[in-house]
């Protein structure tokens, strides 16, 4: 697709930023020193434990780059969800590029110094997770857990009208069931009282060893399904950097547009149809811009771009030779001076102040946080008469109570209560005098408190609930999670079935490798909880075990 969006200086400009993005992603995964090649590479310069996810980070660092234009162009209050979080060197970067991550990180500075440190600190022990975690600016979603990244994204754009979210959902992620259901939130979007979310499938192919379904049907059936969940897909597809920088800036500019045009036929000609939002599918080669052969087979645009693609220079000097060309492709000394400073005709592309997606105040949400105006509890006591009497059901008074927090807080907007269809049966009937439950999709007659704009959040997903309260709060509001009670009971005439048996790849302690997955998937908890939640003596016995073994587990 040739189009005008960005003029012949502009592009160059942006295809340097977006090697600037690449170079100091491929520097976290590798280098320990040396971080401008000033000398020639050797293996003094490189990290023993070679630990990341290179494959989707060239893809985020080229949207990430192509956001920050649109920020500009439409000063958008916009902050980005990476929901392949494993591409951590890929926020990491931009946000050192744009300036905040020395903002929050003095000693990571802007030259050469800074840049030694900002690779050495990057999946190393005592330094940052390989993962967009919470030490990262700008991120309000770690991207561990596959699933949660759309959830998550509309969350944080409900009573934000004014906020927009682009969330990058992997091609892999979206087989997860969490991701597979959130598609359906935009039935539960109001276009007048809340914000946008800008869906940007990232249809790169692969997961870790395994092709995607979605890059494996038709185009057709792509297309179909995306439709069929309600949205407007656009696609980006290719490899060649040129065509692909102007076709992406040409669809963002369409995509806005149209978001524009559907807020403003909301919001002052009162349109309440349900929108088709826009969303992007980018269909670009996994490990882009990467080596395109590794001893002798094809890495980039493969599987084998997944995490590391020259696995081992130590003992391979040509991986070595390959790392050192790899990194001089970007051609740094066209992006950094002598001091390592980013040139400043291309810093001067990324959005200033709290327009930057890594400085933007909703991703640090308790900066945002206003208290909710809370009823005295005392107000609601019931009078017991004498013990085992019947009363009126605990959950009926707290359903006044929410009744009342859900009153006081009208105007502030910041409370939500999120739940699998369980208000009414769950005896808090009471919320319903003071709201409804948001609901943009059809209503037939005998519905109840059904409306285009409510505070009761429901669908039947505790994954989506569980997704969309994350977000809520952490960008700086307050929720709550009504839910089913657990209803497993045992029952003695039951013939025992064999306990579920887990294995966990990482344990016990924080920060330690494991080799797999980067610094950032360690859950200390996990094997107590195991044990605490087993009801099963003999998988507790088992499991006790294994947390005896020597760490960390690969
Ligand atoms: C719920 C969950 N299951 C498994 C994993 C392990 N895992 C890490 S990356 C990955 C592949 C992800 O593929 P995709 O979402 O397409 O991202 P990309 O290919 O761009 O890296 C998997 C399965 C995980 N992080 N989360």
Redesign the pocket.
Known sequence: MKTNTLTPELLQKMDAYWRAANYLSVGQIYLYDNPLLKQPLTLAHVKHMLLG?W??TP?QNFIYMHLNRVIKKYDLDMIYIS??G??GPAVVGNTYLEGTYSEVYPNISRDEAGLKKLFTQFSFPGGIPSHASPECPGSIHE?????YSLSHAFGAVFDNPALVVACV??????E?GPLATAWHSNKFLDPITDGVVLPIL?L?????SNP?ILARITREELEQLLRGYGWTPFFVEGHEPELMHEAMAATLDTVLEQIKQIQHDARVHGNITRPRWPMIVLNSP?GWTGPKVVDGLPVEGTFRA?QVPLSDPAKNPAHLQQLESWLKSYRPEELFDEQGRLKPELAELAPTGERRMGANPHANGGSLLRDLRMPDFRDYAVNVSSPGSIGVGDTHVLGRFLRDVMRRNVEQRNFRIFGPDETLSNGLEAVFEATNRQWEAATVQNDEFLAPSGRVMEMLSEHQCEGWLEGYLLTGRHGLYNCYEQSQRNSQWRARPRSRQRRRYSTGVGRTHSLA?GTS?IAPGCLNTCVQLSSHEDTARRIKSLASFPLPCV
């Not at 959902?169 to 979206?174: I, K, L, P, R, T």
């Open positions: 996810h494959g989707t893809g929901g392949p494993h591409g991207g561990g857990e596959l699933g959902v992997g091609d892999g992620e979206a997860t990232h790169n192919g692969y997961k870790i995607t996994k997944h997955r998937q």
